[in-house]
């Protein structure tokens, strides 16, 4: 089976176990139950896999089924519990593994209590893993209104993916597979996936965007402040180095705590070493994280909440994040307060990208303050237009802006990319062409005719520091001249095919009879009105 169709047919059956909970709850809520369940069949099986090839005769030639009982016949040696912790930081028992949880529901035996107790078990082995099942409430009522039928609806969860090969799939099939599935439930969640997902064009874009020009052979650190489920951060595992992928260092921080676990998932489940994981369930804005002296970054993407409501409280006038442009972003809308915390923890040979609404470019007051000294800094280094209707969030029109410390010059290129994109059912999509060609023109930093325009810091000054893209970019198409003497020609054409119709359409009325004094009356009153008309 080739990789694609394995992943297709992972996505499928996937997706499909998903049915068992639909009824009961939107996806907002059944995505933790589904996603939760599959993570730990995945630590589950990977862990008999690795018991297969310690005491057995390898995975290749032994099925979960037959690890199990290895384990179970050798559970009391301490040697393999102590190569199973340090292979994985984690150690499931042999009555808490999902291949025994599964002989429960074949017999008929499962209780509730039976995956409680797993989860609760893999959550104290190792702090990695605190919480991470936090949101897969297995005794709520909405699973059913008694113990049997919750049970009878996780078993049937259960069933659903059991026979679903997560360990030995090529390449990163698992992952895939899993923010396939968080895009789904995005789509099916609409408003509330806002805080969960980026569609993935618009990751690799942001992604794409800050590693032009650059080399990181060494490796490198990226920052997401805002992470939702971790998908901007793991796309630069596909952009940067084969032989430097397994040296990114992921930083993230999110405040819902149930998106942060789906992150703490997302980067296990796509192979990411728990050293290199740095994540952070906690308020972006309220408290300064992580700790700057230690670590800036190589790259900040960010996809924040849009105009958010925030404290703007005076005491953040003294807040190194801030501090230098003498004002801070207004309480009503936090979207410069998140710019800046980024580009405060960005190295001065870094970039970021962060998705924004339009109204940055061109509100004025305190926001205006914040634009100019940045502007005048030389900090911003482009401004993308983004087609309308590309978050499940919103269906407002957003705005990629690209800053840097170390640019040579104060110029900002400018580019319109908001009318090139495929049109969705639901969503609009960004097509690959559409990101080589905002890639190649931020790459050229040259004017392109109704799509792009380098800005000198001089012209973005006689526009008061506007950067509304209209202002830079004209994209205006005139509409084509009329040649009057053809309109004249038609016109007369169609006059004279009504008048020749009128005239069919009269002997046609003068064929008519009836015995009816008053319709034929009738009759002729119309024929009489059309025979002036055409007089």
Do not use: C
């Amino acid at each position: 089976m080739t990789e694609s169709t394995e992943t297709k047919s992972l996505e499928t059956a996937l997706f499909s176990a998903a049915d068992a909970l639909r009824s009961k709850m939107d996806a907002n809520e059944y995505k933790n139950y589904l996603l939760g369940i599959i993570f730990y069949k995945y630590l589950s099986d990977s862990m008999l896999y690795e018991i297969a090839d310690e005491i057995g005769d390898g995975r290749e030639n032994t099925t979960l089924a037959e690890a199990q009982k290895l384990y179970e016949e050798n559970a009391d040696d301490e040697d393999l519990q102590d190569e199973l912790m340090d292979t994985f930081s984690y150690v499931i028992t042999p009555e808490h593994t999902f291949t025994k949880v599964m002989d429960h529901v074949n017999d008929h035996s499962f209780q509730i209590v039976n995956l409680a107790d797993a989860f609760k078990e893999i959550e104290g082995t190792n702090e990695t893993f605190e919480g991470l099942f936090d949101d897969v409430d297995l005794f709520s009522r909405r699973l059913g209104n008694n113990a049997q039928k919750q049970a009878d609806t996780i078993s049937a969860v259960l069933s659903a993916i059991s026979d679903l090969e997560l360990v030995q799939s090529p390449g990163d099939t698992l992952g895939d597979a899993y923010e396939y599935l968080i895009s789904q439930f995005a789509s099916e969640s609409g408003k509330k996936a806002g805080e969960f997902y980026t569609p993935q064009k618009v990751s690799e874009l942001l992604t794409r965007l800050t590693l032009v020009g650059k080399q990181y052979p060494e490796g490198m650190t990226v920052y997401d402040p805002t992470m939702g489920s971790g998908s901007l951060l793991l796309n630069f595992k596909k952009y940067i180095g084969e032989s430097q992928k397994d040296e990114i260092i992921y930083y993230g921080q999110e405040i819902n705590t149930s998106t942060y676990n789906l992150a703490r998932m997302n980067m296990i489940l796509h192979h990411v070493d728990t050293a290199n994981q740095h994540l952070r369930n906690g308020d972006t804005l309220d408290a300064d994280w992580p700790p700057s002296a230690k670590t800036n970054f190589d790259a900040v993407v960010m996809n924040p909440p849009y105009s958010l409501h925030w404290s703007s409280a005076k005491g953040f006038l003294e807040d190194p994040r801030f501090s230098k442009y003498g004002v801070l972003a207004p309480k009503s809308k936090a979207d410069y307060a998140f710019l800046l915390h980024g580009f405060y923890h960005l190295k001065n040979t870094g970039t970021m990208a962060i998705v924004l609404p339009h109204g940055v470019l061109f509100r004025g007051t305190k926001e205006g303050k914040i634009r100019q000294k940045l502007l005048e800094d030389g900090s911003i280094d482009a401004v993308i237009g983004l087609p309308a209707n590309l978050f499940y969030s919103t269906s407002i029109p957003t705005t990629i802006v690209v800053l840097k410390k170390n640019k040579q010059d104060r110029s900002v290129m400018f580019i319109d990319a908001s009318k090139e994109f495929e049109k969705g059912k639901n969503q609009n999509q960004l097509r690959e062409e559409d990101l080589d060609k905002i890639i190649k023109t931020y790459e050229e930093r040259k004017d392109v005719d109704k799509y792009a325009h380098l800005a000198t810091f001089d012209e973005i000054k006689e526009n008061d520091f506007n950067l509304n893209i209209p202002r830079y970019v004209d994209t205006f198409e005139p509409e084509p001249e009329v040649d009057l003497k053809q309109v004249s020609k038609d016109l007369t054409a169609v006059n004279k095919q009504i008048k020749d119709n009128e005239k069919e359409l009269v002997g046609m009325l003068k064929q008519l009879t009836s015995k009816d004094d008053d319709i034929m009356e009738g009759i002729n009153d119309i024929i009489q009105n059309f025979e002036e008309d055409l007089k």
